[in-house]
C-alpha cells in the first residue's frame, strides 16, 4: 500500500524543531499546526487546548439543546 501525498501532512513538534520542507513524489508536503488522531487533537507543543476547547463547545451546544427541550 503506498502513500497518497495529498493527504500526508507535516507537523512539527516542539519549539525548538527546524522547519524543513518535506516533499513526496515532487509535492510538497503541507505544514500543518494540529492534528487529530485516535479522536485527541494536539498542536506542534503537544498541549491539548484545542482538544478541550473543541470538547467544550461541543457539549455548550449539547446542553443548549437539551436545555431548549425542556422548556
Known amino acids: ?22 516533499s513526496m513524489r515532487n509535492t510538497s508536503l503541507e505544514v500543518i499546526t494540529d492534528e487529530k488522531d485516535s479522536g485527541v487533537t494536539i498542536d506542534r507543543y503537544l498541549k491539548f487546548q484545542m482538544h478541550v476547547s473543541k470538547a467544550v463547545n461541543k457539549s455548550s451546544i449539547m446542553l443548549g439543546l437539551v436545555r431548549a427541550t425542556f422548556t
Do not use: A, I, R, S
Open 1 to 22: 500500500m503506498g502513500f497518497n501525498e495529498v493527504k500526508c501532512n507535516v507537523l512539527h513538534q516542539g519549539p525548538t524543531t527546524p522547519c524543513y520542507e518535506y
